[in-house]
C-alpha cells in the first residue's frame, strides 16, 4: 500500500504561468487535505476535499487558486498566473474517514516562482 | 475555525535530557482528535504520537508522552531522553469535524 504520492516533488514556474500539483492519495482514503508552507512557518490550511466535492475551502485564495479530486484520478492544486508570493511547499494529506483521524502526508511539492 | 497555538518558536535541549513542547487550542467541539507530527529537514511530516479527546489517559509512545488537559485545552508533548534524531520542527494539530489545524510549530534543537 504505497503512501500519499505527491508530484512533482519540485516545480519551477515563471512569473504568469500556471502550475499544476498531483496528490494521489493512498489507497481507500477518500479524503484529501491541502496546505501551504511558506519557510521557516507552519503549515497552513487551503483547502479539503471528499471525491468529486469540495468540503472547505476556507483557506485557499479567492483567485487564480482552485482544487479538485476527481472520481477518477488524483487531486489536482492549480495555481494560475503564479506570482513570487507562491513560491512555498505545497502538502497533501490523505485520510480514511472525514472525521477525527489522522492524515497521512505526502512528501510535498516545492514550487518555485522566478 | 478552530485554532492551534504553539507559543514556543525555538527550544532547545541537551541530550539525554526531557523537553516539553506546548500547545493549546481552541474548540467548541467535544469529539476530536490531537496529534504532534514531526517535520526533520527532509520536509516529511512524521506523525510522533495522537490522542483522542474522549480518553482521559494520556497516550504514549515510547519516549514520547503528552499531557492532555481538556478542560484547560492544553496538549504539550514531553521527550525524555532526547536523542540528536528527535532535531526537528514539531507540529501541534488538531482533528475534528470537517476540519484538521496545525499550530506555527516549535524547532527543537538537540545539543550533544
Known amino acids: 500500500n504505497a503512501g500519499v504520492m505527491q508530484n512533482p516533488r519540485h516545480l519551477v514556474r515563471r512569473r504568469g504561468q500556471e502550475a499544476r500539483l498531483r496528490c494521489s492519495p493512498m489507497k481507500g482514503h477518500s479524503h484529501v487535505y491541502w496546505y501551504r508552507q511558506l519557510p521557516e512557518e507552519g503549515l497552513k490550511f487551503m483547502v479539503y476535499?471528499?471525491?468529486?466535492?469540495?468540503?472547505?475551502e476556507s483557506g485557499m485564495p479567492k483567485e487564480r487558486f482552485s482544487a479538485e479530486f476527481p472520481k477518477e484520478g488524483p487531486s489536482i492544486l492549480r495555481i494560475q498566473q503564479v506570482v513570487r508570493g507562491d513560491s512555498a511547499a505545497y502538502f497533501c494529506a490523505s485520510s480514511p474517514r472525514a472525521l477525527n483521524t489522522e492524515a497521512f502526508f505526502g512528501q510535498g511539492t516545492r514550487l518555485t516562482v522566478v | 475555525a478552530q485554532t492551534v497555538t504553539q507559543s514556543q518558536p525555538e527550544m532547545s535541549v541537551q541530550e539525554a535530557e526531557t523537553v516539553t513542547l506546548s500547545c493549546t487550542y481552541d474548540?467548541?467541539?467535544?469529539?476530536?482528535?490531537l496529534f504532534w507530527y514531526k517535520q526533520p529537514p527532509s520536509r516529511q511530516m512524521i506523525l510522533v504520537i495522537r490522542q483522542e479527546a474522549y480518553k482521559q489517559q494520556n497516550a504514549t509512545e515510547n519516549r514520547f508522552s503528552v499531557n492532555f488537559q481538556k478542560a484547560a485545552k492544553s496538549f504539550s508533548l514531553k521527550i525524555s531522553d532526547s536523542q540528536l534524531g528527535d532535531a526537528a520542527m514539531y507540529f501541534c494539530?488538531?482533528?475534528?469535524?470537517?476540519?484538521?489545524?496545525f499550530g506555527a510549530g516549535t524547532r527543537l534543537t538537540v545539543k550533544p
Open positions: 494539530a488538531y482533528a475534528g469535524n470537517n476540519d484538521m489545524r
Open positions: 476535499l471528499q471525491k468529486e466535492n469540495i468540503i472547505d
Open positions: 474548540t467548541s467541539e467535544s469529539d476530536y482528535y
